[in-house]
């Protein structure tokens, strides 16, 4: 498969389909990190393994912009997961991009490792995210490498039994747990900057007018920025959990998440990301709309 990977690279690259592809390579202390290779000659430099966890999606936009002053922008081929497919497919349809100026190349996904990503740390067993994933093969590429895995029967969910664990609990209760999970945010914001679907060029956060949120670090201020951001992704949410792996102190944003998505998905029968057409449910406005809520 890395033959492939970087064979495709290097053609792409070589015949000027794109100026940038977008993989992962071996970083200088051990972990898999992003790669941006712009010449044919670089492209050996691509791996891919079960460290592989980063969602490339997040450097789409940052990449398609133009060389220089009055140039066109930039044409950029990445290397997707599913669930990263998903995430861009969103990116796609927020017209953060257009798909014209993109090369895809899918990878089929065995799943990653717990600690990927992160130098010194061994590997553990599969994501949580990974661990009952159905779609491995993305969808909507212009170039997939490598098949399936073989189609087993697959364990509950470990984050949809702490769903329903968190539902069977009063509104107090819950409140208690998130107000524990919370409390140990740092307001680093790192879970933003892993987010594909957090693109705001100012967020709420930060804005001084008006002033939504104070920059302290008190349980209030984190729940608000917390609840805020889960809110804003509600049917934008593709569900790769960057924002939880990324977290220096272990907060379960993938489940915060993966509760509006099941809301999402139980209300409006949507899962975001399955094309880059399909309007989100809570960005879009049918006048003749009626639901038995």
């Not at 104070?214 to 593709?238: N, S, W």
Request: hydrophobic share 40%; charged share 25%; proline share 5%.
């Amino acid at each position: 498969m890395i033959e492939q990977i970087c064979s495709i690279a290097e053609q792409i690259l070589a015949d000027k389909t794109v100026d940038v592809v977008i993989g992962y390579e071996a970083g200088t202390r051990g972990a898999v990190r992003p790669a941006f290779i712009r010449s044919a000659a670089e492209a050996g430099r691509l791996v891919w393994n079960d460290a592989c966890t980063h969602n490339l999606a997040n450097y789409v936009r940052e990449k398609h912009v133009s060389p220089k002053k009055g140039a066109p922008p930039a044409k950029v081929g990445v290397i997707l997961k599913a669930c990263d497919a998903r995430a861009l497919n969103v990116l796609l349809r927020d017209n953060q991009a257009p798909r014209a100026d993109l090369y895809l190349i899918g990878v089929a996904c065995q799943g990653m490792r717990q600690n990927s990503g992160f130098a010194g740390r061994d590997l553990g067993d599969l994501e949580l995210r990974c661990q009952d994933c159905a779609e491995r093969v993305p969808a909507g590429c212009d170039v997939v490498v490598g098949e399936a895995p073989a189609a087993g029967v697959a364990p509950a969910s470990a984050i949809a039994r702490e769903l329903d664990r968190l539902a069977a609990l009063s509104p107090a209760e819950r409140q208690a747990f998130w107000d524990a999970e919370f409390a140990r945010c740092l307001r680093c914001y790192a879970c933003r900057q892993a987010c594909p679907a957090c693109y705001c060029v100012e967020c709420t956060a930060e804005q001084l007018e008006p002033s939504w949120i104070g920059v302290a670090i008190r349980t209030p201020e984190k729940r608000f920025f917390h609840t805020m951001r889960a809110y804003h992704l509600a049917g934008r949410c593709a569900g790769c959990d960057e924002c939880a792996r990324v977290c220096p102190v272990g907060v379960r944003l993938d489940l915060l998440n993966a509760w509006f998505r099941r809301e999402i998905e139980g209300t409006y029968g949507y899962r975001a990301g399955q094309d880059a057409t399909t309007p989100a449910p809570l960005a879009s406005f049918v006048p003749s709309e009626s639901l038995d809520l």
